[in-house]
């Protein structure tokens, strides 16, 4: 006889937790998550429908192979997994499972979720993040961001953390990790429609913390440029040293 799970019908969706890299579309277009393990070369959106990795033709979660979406139950045991090197510039997703799923001793499986909320970690410098940055790697189409203070996103592609959370859309909230002892804490930004042509992209949407990160990312882009305007200026127009 065939063992068969109890039926859970919750009155409203579980709540579950992952990693994940934050991604960004080649044309900056569009932000997303890409996962970390088996599924990583199947970017989502913030609500987004599993898929078998394996190109079987069945829905996700089928009970005799390992597809769908992945959560664990509790939020620590997700962040301890941000300690591994190769996890070091990941975010901490928290997200709601919706549709069929299956109920594991330390998380789920899933056929579709809602990501409610990102957390990014500090710079790799250890300063607070202001942006997300190129990470140097990527899928076909997409680029991988990582946390970046502004000095270290001068000169990379990068997008501020409201910028993410607008570009990504659905009501995404993006918060920056909890800041060292006796700094103020750091407010939330969530997506939602841009803002009319007229006014910066995101402006009628932010406080004064997001519009004080995006001052800082400015800045250090000027930085940059001018530093690499006084390095042309001493190598003169010929492209070599003068004198």
Same mark, same amino acid.
């Given at each position: 006889?065939?063992?068969?799970?109890?039926?859970?019908?919750?009155?409203?969706?579980?709540?579950?937790?992952?990693?994940?890299?934050?991604? $960004?579309?080649?044309?900056?277009?569009?932000?997303?998550?890409?996962? /970390?393990?088996?599924?990583?070369?199947?970017?989502?959106?913030?609500?987004?429908?599993?898929? #078998?990795?394996?190109?079987?033709?069945?829905?996700?979660?089928?009970?005799? #192979?390992?597809?769908?979406?992945?959560?664990?139950?509790?939020?620590? /045991?997700?962040?301890?997994?941000? #300690?591994?090197?190769?996890?070091?510039?990941?975010?901490?997703?928290?997200?709601?499972?919706?549709?069929?799923?299956?109920?594991?001793?330390?998380?789920?499986?899933?056929?579709?979720?809602?990501?409610?909320?990102?957390?990014?970690?500090?710079? &790799?410098?250890?300063?607070? &993040?202001?942006?997300?940055?190129?990470?140097?790697?990527?899928?076909?189409?997409?680029?991988?961001?990582?946390?970046? #203070?502004?000095?270290?996103?001068?000169?990379?592609?990068?997008?501020? $953390?409201?910028?993410?959370?607008?570009?990504?859309?659905?009501?995404?909230?993006?918060?920056?990790?909890?800041?060292?002892?006796?700094?103020?804490?750091?407010?939330?930004?969530?997506?939602?429609?841009?803002?009319?042509?007229?006014?910066?992209?995101?402006?009628?949407?932010?406080?004064?913390?997001?519009?004080?990160?995006?001052?800082?990312?400015?800045?250090?882009?000027?930085?940059?440029?001018?530093?690499?305007?006084?390095?042309?200026?001493?190598?003169?127009?010929?492209?070599?040293?003068?004198?």
């Amino acid at each position: 006889m065939r063992l068969r799970l109890p039926t859970e019908r919750p009155t409203e969706p579980p709540t579950g937790y992952k990693i994940a890299h934050p991604v $960004l579309s080649q044309d900056g277009t569009r932000a997303g998550f890409t996962g /970390v393990s088996l599924g990583g070369a199947l970017p989502y959106g913030v609500v987004a429908d599993a898929g #078998c990795v394996y190109g079987r033709r069945h829905r996700p979660p089928a009970r005799l #192979c390992d597809c769908g979406f992945h959560c664990v139950h509790e939020r620590v /045991v997700a962040e301890e997994l941000l #300690c591994t090197a190769e996890h070091r510039a990941a975010v901490l997703l928290e997200v709601s499972v919706l549709g069929s799923y299956i109920r594991f001793e330390r998380g789920y499986r899933y056929a579709r979720q809602r990501v409610r909320t990102m957390t990014v970690g500090p710079c &790799a410098c250890g300063a607070p &993040a202001v942006a997300l940055a190129d990470a140097g790697w990527g899928r076909p189409g997409r680029r991988a961001l990582a946390a970046a #203070c502004g000095g270290c996103a001068s000169g990379r592609t990068a997008v501020t $953390l409201a910028g993410f959370a607008r570009l990504a859309g659905d009501g995404l909230r993006v918060v920056a990790g909890a800041p060292p002892a006796g700094a103020p804490p750091v407010a939330a930004v969530t997506g939602g429609a841009p803002a009319p042509p007229s006014a910066p992209a995101g402006a009628g949407e932010l406080g004064l913390p997001e519009l004080a990160a995006e001052a800082a990312l400015l800045q250090a882009r000027l930085d940059w440029f001018q530093t690499q305007l006084a390095l042309l200026g001493e190598r003169g127009p010929g492209g070599t040293g003068e004198g």
